[in-house]
């Protein structure tokens, strides 16, 4: 049939006399074509008439594009129907008709009719009724023998015409996930594929140096940081991150599975804008220690200019434990943090030693104030008494000096009288006195030296005291540091007036 056909329209091409008036000189009878195109046409006729239709087809589409003859797309479909291109052979037929002269198509339309049927009776078609941007639609026969063929674009989502048999049938579209199914495809049927894709969707997780900085992704509000498992289509998502008082952070980021993270690292703005600048002032005056918002140094009596909101506040001094707690800054204002500050393990030992130094050193003092008053009395009274035992030691020591034995003993009582000593009778209770004075004056002399001891070591306990008590450590943590003297207010220029600020 098929050669039947292609002969027959070698016969069309020449049969017309109008076609035969025009023929320009030189030209061949028999297929109304010349040079290259009449060649390719008769060689196209041959290789059909050879059952070479592979062949035929390529020499018949080469006639065509070099005489634009639209009576060749007749040739060029039967061929692609022979070769089960039922596609190719039903777009061929649908222009020959819409070019062909309508004499032409009207005396072939049995043959056309015959070809139509043969498409209908030996393919079928997959329509991919889908509006997803993007389509892209994959057929493969399961039985191996040809390629795959790939529509795009609108053309993915129009009827595909395809020979008798299984096909797998891919579908991808921009922002869904791909989806594989297979399908037969019966003679003259139509196999419909309108279940949506599922949206291809990602997650992402945004973290940043900044808690509570918004999360903008393609514009839209999602919520605060640290944001984890946000859910977003597959694909380039815009991220924004900001907060007041930072300078904004964006990216692009190819969004795909679980894996996608944003760090976002913000800033802060400098200069602070002074309607939105806050200020930190550590309430109590602590002597070297820093402060640090987020990290990051400041002033600790409020001379710079942070970021307002939510902060987490770190205070650090070399004899201090370091301390953090969270702090919400107010905009346009000093916020006063009072802080209690810890002595570090090492300092508070210290502290404890230099305590107990200056208590024991409070304790010898006391004892070397006891001992030296102790010890001046004591002294001063066996002075007195050595001093007195002396006086009456020399005044017996000048009665003996006198001749009469009477004399001396009347002189010595004399010296008794009113004492409480009885008086003496004989020369010989005379020398006992005297012998008992010597003894007193010793016992003078000795207290008044162990009086002198006690005066020296009370003295030594004041000074070791007052040693102990100068050396020791002072005691800076007994009670916390003074408060802050508050801020006096501020005049500064705005582009609006001015800002008053404390």
Not at 143 to 166: C, F
Request: a neutral charge.
């Amino acid at each position: 049939m098929i050669r039947r056909t292609i002969l027959s329209v070698a016969l069309v091409l020449a049969g017309t006399e109008a076609a035969a008036q025009r023929r320009p000189r030189g030209q061949e009878q028999g297929t109304g074509l010349t040079g290259e195109a009449d060649e390719r046409f008769r060689r196209g006729i041959s290789l059909a008439g050879e059952n070479n239709y592979s062949a035929a087809l390529v020499e018949f589409r080469r006639a065509y594009d070099v005489s634009r003859n639209a009576l060749i797309l007749f040739n060029v479909a039967a061929m692609e129907i022979e070769l089960n291109h039922f596609a190719e052979g039903q777009d061929a037929l649908n222009e020959y008709q819409r070019s062909a002269p309508a004499p032409v198509v009207q005396a072939r339309r049995a043959q056309i009719d015959a070809l139509q049927m043969r498409i209908r009776e030996r393919s079928g078609t997959i329509t991919v009724a889908l509006p997803h941007p993007g389509l892209r639609v994959q057929l493969q026969s399961l039985a191996g023998n040809s390629a795959a063929i790939v529509r795009e674009g609108a053309a993915a989502s129009a009827a595909i015409r395809l020979p008798i048999g299984r096909y797998r049938v891919t579908i991808t579209a921009s922002g869904f996930r791909q989806r594989e199914s297979e399908h037969d495809v019966a003679a003259n049927s139509d196999v419909r594929i309108d279940t949506a894709l599922e949206a291809a969707v990602a997650t992402l997780t945004i973290r940043s140096n900044v808690e509570g900085a918004e999360v903008k992704i393609d514009g839209r509000s999602v919520g605060f940081t640290p944001l984890s498992a946000q859910t977003v289509p597959e694909g380039e998502r815009r991220v924004e991150v900001s907060r007041p008082g930072y300078a904004p952070f964006s990216a692009s980021i190819a969004a795909q599975g679980s894996a996608g993270v944003v760090d976002a690292n913000l800033g802060w703005l400098n200069p602070m804008p002074t309607e939105l600048a806050a200020r930190l002032v550590l309430e109590r005056e602590y002597s070297d220690v820093s402060c640090f918002i987020d990290d990051q140094r400041v002033d600790c009596g409020g001379s710079d200019s942070v970021p307002p909101g939510r902060h987490t506040l770190r205070v650090t001094g070399r004899d201090y434990v370091r301390a953090e707690q969270i702090v919400q800054l107010d905009a346009g204002r000093a916020t006063r943090v009072d802080v209690r500050l810890v002595p570090t393990p090492a300092v508070r030992e210290a502290q404890e030693r230099g305590i107990a130094q200056r208590r024991i050193g409070f304790v010898l003092g006391g004892i070397g104030v006891a001992a030296t008053i102790g010890g001046v009395a004591w002294t001063a009274l066996s002075i007195r008494d050595l001093n007195e035992t002396a006086e009456a030691q020399d005044s017996i020591e000048g009665c003996r000096q006198l001749l009469m034995p009477m004399q001396t003993i009347n002189c010595v009582n004399e010296l008794l009288d009113g004492t409480g000593i009885p008086p003496v009778m004989t020369l010989l209770q005379v020398g006992e006195l005297n012998d008992d004075l010597v003894v007193s004056r010793d016992d003078a002399t000795l207290q008044a030296g162990l009086g002198g001891g006690l005066l020296g070591l009370g003295v030594i306990g004041i000074t070791t005291g007052a040693i102990l008590i100068a050396t020791a450590p002072a005691d800076r943590f007994s009670s916390p540091p003074p408060r802050r003297a508050r801020l006096a207010p501020q005049f500064s220029p705005t582009l609006n007036g001015f800002a008053l600020r404390f």
